[in-house]
């Protein structure tokens, strides 16, 4: 132990204050009076100011109650800190269980299917009507709500979506026909390949075609063909599905108060108003009407599952949940299964009594919260009161669910910067430390508070750490060193956790002083385990929760606790031993990150590496503590600080919650059993976040225990108790009501094709941990078939075996599960890292559904064709090279990835436009950033590159890819509907794929 206590002040450094350009602060959020143009998201500034004071009238302020808190308290396990009742439940199930998913017996490894030749004789195809024998449809159209039988006006929604046999090429690829109209019935798909109502086969039907594979088996003779080619324009589109969706959903707000409503798809911008269901931006469910039984359950084969986002922000135009404080007495919950009051509980006996929604228990009405019911049963306040009426509020928690029975410290932030030689050389430590002399201004705060309550700490490191004392009285720094990493401590606690404003001098001249202590240096070994354990132990000995950001260079192979070694190895890709790629080459970060949750320390890494760093066990911490990782590799200040900086203000300016706990209950019949995302479990059921931002969310899985009530339906409630910023112990509360069918045809008329895309990816991602990828891939396509077949089995009007029947609701469903299976993860191209497979393996187990939809299936926007003037987005187009002219301009995006392609003969005019040079090969291929020009195409594509930015919760940087330039390939692999380099198929040849399947499993 080496603790340098006398070292000496440190030489004053410059005082110079640099503003970045395009840096706006205060549209983080958090500083009050901002004056930055509201962004779809960006501009939320935390809980609306003085929300809480101005509660709607009878909120809270119940009086202080002498009733006792609520009986019993969790017992906490060994080494978590107990949690009042909050815990309090059943637990149920042992290790969690996941859908069953058995290969089938038949079914072909997918890649070079063999199809049979087949005679494709003209069959008369039927228009088909509603799926048979549904006792209750339930329609939306534009925000109507029809329950009951189906109006004959309204045309049912959720038919089939039907390719006849022997589908065929219609010519050359050229603009797509114009579109269907998803919600009409008894459309389908023509043999000539366009959309229109069933009429008898064209005089060129049956003709052969080159190329791809047919399908469809007619009575007669077999008789074999040359194979034809479906045509790309005949398939489901997702760009038009998008669409539809925009034109039919997009103009009425959702409003959330009738049971089992299917929200508008996440790609349709739509305000939400809470007449007691959560808003869909809180929970997606896959389905809005869930089966009756486990058995239906299971022929379907449907995922049943909850993507949650318990602390989501809201546009500008949506209120934030209401804070409800019910004083000493603490929020109303039932007794037997502790669901919190919401606006399903039933109130009985003239009000004084209310039956639990959620297990049928019989609780009185405390004295305090007594009040009469009207005609109707309804208690005559219920609209005074948000947990009467609305599907999301909060309530103050008392001191019962506070750790050790204490309400908590304000939490705070510790920044541990890595100063080896490599994080000195690339400029990081400079950049970084000039950043955070005005960023330490903008730490999240709450309502109308003046300043954070957060308090900051400052290490560096290498293979010692140094600790800094920025205590306000101090004139300088004071710099102390621990070398003996093994048994980490801190070496201060006064002085060490402080107020900005109070310390500000000190710190400035600390982060002066940073980048010059260590411009020298020649250590390039760093050790990682010991700086979050430090971290960690800082919080403990100053009682509070809090975030560590790490700023990390290297593989730790310093000797020290968690030391690495490089075991990257591409070889074992394809092989039995390839999800040893995925696992962490240590436990010691899954004990580590234990201890943090426990102390409610939240871990967020940003990685700067120039080689391997093992990603998938540095990301270990972050992804149990509820913490994000960035990655910046081969990190130059030149090329990345705007990217960097962009995400680094953002990260530390969202309001997080600290030391939380989710738990999910359910009503009788169904339960929660896996749980999908970034956080931490010590039993079956408490979800545990040592932080938890707006965004990240959590994917629920549910399962049947018993029979479901058509007329009861199902309730979910997600109760997520939390320290705020400003250190208030909370619970926020999300119900969400959903209904329950005896017939297979509601439950897919109501499914969400993008939220099991977010569910499937989840459960395939962590499937790689423990299985060949070969084989999570093939289970996730036998799942996919057979959940097509039920349908056609059961739901779809009898037609040819021939025909592909899609689900209305699941059309895209083979598209985007193909893009899931051809994902770097799953089937990797030979220019895909190690380090990148775990990165996104990770970021997508925290991805909302928004997120998840456009990183599987980019948007594609042609920037020319629309007008200039044109104030909205341009309509994207397929991701697929041939709906690319060589002559426009396009913007790629992922969410992660941002290219925009120029055509090989886009005019002289725009090439000057946007990049100011006279031709298209005088422009620079790679180029990141575009020329401010004024002009208006130059200010439109720049504004449009801002506000996809702007959307995204991490900063897209730009590359611009030439057509026939070498870049391009790395552009193509965003191309998702075709055949990837890396085997992939195209979104056709999958689709025919699919249908094998389907027809295998009908057979
Ligand atoms: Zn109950």
Not at 317 to 323: D, L, Q
């Amino acid at each position: 132990m080496n603790v340098n206590q006398s070292a000496p002040p440190l030489p004053p450094f410059g005082q110079s204050q640099p503003v970045y350009p395009g840096y706006h602060p205060s549209s983080y959020g958090g500083q009050p009076g901002s004056t930055a143009p509201p962004t779809p998201y960006g501009a939320y500034n935390g809980p609306v100011p003085g929300y809480q004071q101005t509660p709607p009238p009878g909120v809270s302020r119940a009086p202080p109650s002498s009733e006792a808190p609520p009986a019993s308290t969790a017992q906490a396990p060994s080494g978590q800190a107990a949690y009042g009742q909050f815990g309090q439940g059943d637990v149920q199930n042992g290790p969690s269980s996941t859908v069953q998913m058995q290969r089938f017996p038949g079914s072909q490894p997918f890649g070079s299917v063999p199809l049979a030749p087949v005679v494709s004789q003209p069959t008369v195809l039927q228009p088909y009507g509603p799926p048979p024998t549904s006792a209750q449809v339930t329609a939306q159209l534009a925000g109507m709500q029809i329950s009951g039988a189906v109006a004959p006006a309204l045309p049912p929604v959720g038919l089939g979506y039907a390719l006849p046999p022997g589908t065929q090429m219609t010519g050359p690829p050229g603009p797509p026909p114009p579109m269907h109209s998803s919600q009409q019935p008894g459309y389908q798909l023509q043999q000539n390949g366009s959309f229109g109502p069933a009429r008898a086969p064209q005089p060129n039907y049956g003709s052969s075609y080159p190329g791809a594979p047919t399908f469809g088996s007619q009575p007669g003779p077999p008789q074999p063909l040359p194979p034809k080619r479906l045509d790309p324009d005949a398939i489901p589109s997702p760009i038009q599905v998008i669409e539809d969706d925009r034109n039919n959903r997009g103009s009425e707000p959702f409003v959330t108060g009738v049971r089992g409503q299917v929200p508008p798809l996440v790609t349709t911008n739509f305000l939400v108003k809470d007449q007691g269901n959560a808003s869909p931006r809180y929970i997606r469910c896959t389905s809005y009407n869930i089966p009756c039984t486990s058995d239906m359950a299971k022929q379907a084969q449907v995922p049943l599952a909850a993507v949650i986002k318990p602390l989501a922000r809201l546009p500008p135009e949506e209120a934030s949940p209401y804070v409800v404080d019910h004083g000493e007495s603490g929020p109303l919950r039932c007794n037997r299964c502790k669901a919190y009051m919401c606006p399903f509980m039933q109130f009985v006996e003239g009000g004084r009594r209310f039956q639990c929604c959620f297990c049928s228990c019989i609780n009185d009405v405390p004295p305090q919260y007594f009040q009469h019911l009207d005609h109707t049963g309804k208690r005559v306040d219920a609209y005074d009161r948000p947990e009467l009426s609305l599907g999301s509020y909060e309530f103050l928690a008392t001191v019962d669910y506070c750790k050790n029975n204490k309400f908590p410290s304000p939490p705070a932030f510790i920044f541990m910067i890595d100063v080896s030689y490599n994080a000195i050389r690339s400029g990081l430590v400079r950049l970084l430390c000039e950043e955070l002399k005005s960023l330490l201004d903008f730490l999240p705060r709450e309502g109308g508070a003046e300043e954070s309550a957060i308090r900051v700490g400052f290490v560096t490191y290498n293979k010692v750490l140094h600790f800094y004392n920025v205590k306000s009285s101090l004139a300088q720094p004071q710099m102390m060193v621990v070398s003996d990493v093994a048994d980490m401590f801190v070496p201060l606690l006064d002085g060490f956790l402080v107020n900005v404003s109070e310390s500000r001098a000190v710190i400035t001249s600390l982060l002066d002083q940073i980048p010059e202590m260590f411009a020298d240096t020649r250590e390039t070994e760093t050790v990682f385990a010991p700086v979050i354990q430090a971290g960690m132990e800082a919080l403990k000995a100053a009682e509070c929760a809090g975030k560590l950001f790490l700023f990390h260079t290297s593989l730790p192979i310093a000797e020290a606790p968690g030391k690495l070694k490089n075991r990257d190895d591409r070889k074992l890709i394809n092989t039995d031993k390839e999800k040893t790629l995925f696992q962490p080459q240590t436990g010691a970060y899954q004990t580590l990150a234990k201890e943090c949750v426990a102390q409610g320390c939240c871990v967020d890494l940003f990685l700067f590496p120039n080689q391997y760093v093992d990603v998938a066990t540095l990301s270990v911490v972050p992804q149990l503590t509820g913490g994000s990782v960035y990655k910046y590799a081969c990190f130059q200040v030149e090329n990345d600080q705007e990217r960097f900086l962009s995400d680094l203000r953002r990260d530390v300016q969202k309001v997080v919650g600290f030391d939380a706990v989710m738990r999910v209950r359910t009503s009788t019949g169904i339960r929660a059993v896996d749980f999908f995302g970034a956080f931490y479990m010590s039993n079956t059921t408490d979800v545990e976040l040592a932080g938890l931002d707006g965004d990240k969310t959590v994917t629920v899985e549910f399962k049947h225990d018993d029979r479901l009530n058509e007329e009861s339906g199902a309730l979910l409630q997600c109760a997520l108790l939390y320290t705020s910023c400003a250190g208030q112990r909370r619970l926020r509360i999300h119900n969400l009501a959903l209904n329950c069918c005896t017939q297979l045809a509601d439950l897919y008329r109501n499914c969400e094709t993008d939220t099991l895309i977010n569910y499937m990816a989840k459960f395939a991602y962590r499937g790689v941990l423990n299985s060949p990828v070969k084989t999570v891939r093939d289970t996730l396509i036998t799942q996919c078939a057979q959940i097509l077949a039920c349908y056609r089995k059961n739901c779809a009007s009898p037609s040819s075996a021939g025909q592909l029947i899609l689900p209305e609701c699941m059309k895209l469903l083979p598209v985007y599960l193909n893009c899931v299976l051809k994902s770097d993860v799953l089937q990797p191209g030979a220019e895909v890292t190690t380090d990148d497979r775990a990165y996104v393996r990770q970021l997508v187990t925290s991805m909302d559904v928004a997120e998840t939809n456009v990183f599987f299936y980019p948007r594609l926007l042609p920037l020319t064709k629309s007008p200039i003037e044109s104030a909205t987005e341009p309509p994207a187009v397929r991701a697929s090279e041939e709906r690319l002219s060589n002559g426009d301009i396009y913007l790629l995006e992922n969410g992660l990835n941002l290219f925009l392609w120029v055509g090989a003969s886009v005019q002289q005019g725009v090439v000057q436009s946007l990049f100011s040079v006279s031709s298209f090969s005088q422009i620079t291929s790679g180029l990141s950033v575009l020329p401010v020009l004024d002009n208006p195409l130059s200010k439109k594509v720049r504004s449009l590159i801002d506000s996809l930015r702007a959307q995204r919760s991490r900063y897209m940087k730009l590359i611009v890819v030439k057509q026939e330039d070498k870049l391009e390939m790395l552009f193509k692999h965003f191309l998702v509907e075709d055949k990837s380099l890396s085997g992939g198929a195209s979104y056709v040849d999958f689709l025919c794929h699919m249908h094998k399947e389907i027809r295998q499993l009908l057979s």
